[in-house]
């Protein structure tokens, strides 16, 4: 049987140099709303609304396009509203709405 | 930048100014803390609470208890058994998914990764490096261990036998370094600064003691 192999199940395929960040001089820092996605991700996991694995499987649903244009947190957002929307936790129109309002009140906050 | 050091993966945005337009993804990410807030998923500030939380987090904790394991025999053998509950005879909350403590020895050395996505103990260590989510790491670690490690700057001999364990959604895995020659006399304070976030997922050796 011939094994399908999806986007992001890469391990044992070949792959340049690993970029690694020799003891940290590299490392950025991450931006506050990343770990704003990490936090939102932990809250819905400890209570129950969506799981580590459910996240894993909206970021393999986005496709091999998506998945190797998004950064990683772009990933993971890009995810979690999926699976909100689709457990119709929140719903698309008022999703947009509020996307609307946070970019037109940008740089106004007081 | 992406193109200037040639690799293939997107770095994560860095900060916003204040007057910079944000990101599609970032008026997303507000977007969606904003409607669950809303809704009463979580409150505001159990939201604040969790962002400190993540901030408070890194590799420090992890050299804490691989430092006692060092000292402390019976300790270890805790830590081999259920590295959570020995984490939190430290005070530290390692959350609730199993970490498993792999242990480095003579002729015996630990690797390990994520190839599916970026599993990783961050409640013990904090959030992954950037090299950990790549493509090449996650791809090539399970293949070539030796290799990579190379990179690094960690030459195996060819007798060591190389574990390479794949971490997922429901199991962590953290290494327990061998602890350096010539620390004999070290309290875990000083133990615990040779303890680096790179040798607690294999890449590198403790630091040598000063």
């Not at chain 1, 992001?8 to 970029?19: E, I, Q, S, Y």
Request: aromatic residues 6%; negative net charge.
């Amino acid at each position: 049987m011939r094994h399908l192999r999806r986007h992001h199940d890469m391990g044992g395929l070949d792959a340049g140099p690993v970029d690694h960040d020799h003891g940290g001089a590299l490392a950025h820092d991450y931006a506050p709303w990343e770990k704003k996605v990490d936090a939102i991700l932990r809250l819905l996991s400890s209570s129950g609304v969506m799981t580590v694995d459910e996240l894993r499987r909206g970021i393999e649903e986005l496709g091999p396009g998506i998945y190797d244009e998004l950064s990683y947190y772009e990933r993971w957002i890009a995810s979690v509203t999926n699976i909100l929307l689709e457990k119709g936790v929140i719903e698309t129109d008022e999703l947009g709405r509020r996307m609307a309002e946070i970019e037109a009140g940008w740089g106004h906050t007081p | 930048m992406a193109e200037a050091h040639g690799h293939d993966h997107a770095h994560p945005h860095q900060p916003d100014i204040e007057d910079a337009a944000p990101s599609h993804y970032q008026l997303m990410t507000e977007a969606v803390a904003g409607l669950l807030v809303e809704k009463g998923v979580f409150t505001a500030d159990a939201l604040r609470a969790m962002l400190e939380a993540i901030d408070a987090k890194s590799p420090a904790d992890g050299a804490r208890v691989v430092a006692r394991a060092w000292a402390d025999d019976a300790f270890r053998t805790r830590v081999l058994e259920d590295v959570n509950a020995a984490a939190s005879e430290l005070g530290i909350d390692a959350g609730s998914i199993p970490i498993r403590a792999v242990a480095n020895a003579p002729g015996l050395h630990n690797l390990v990764v994520c190839t599916l996505c970026s599993c990783y103990p961050r409640l013990l260590i904090g959030l992954p490096p950037d090299w950990y989510k790549s493509r090449a790491y996650r791809s090539r670690a399970v293949r070539e261990p030796r290799a990579v490690l190379r990179e690094f700057g960690l030459e195996l001999p060819t007798e060591t036998v190389v574990r390479v364990h794949d971490s997922t959604a429901d199991l962590r895995y953290l290494v327990l370094p061998e602890r350096p020659a010539g620390s004999d006399s070290l309290d875990e304070d000083a133990l615990a600064a040779l303890v680096t976030r790179d040798c607690m997922i294999g890449t590198a050796r403790p630091r040598a003691p000063a």
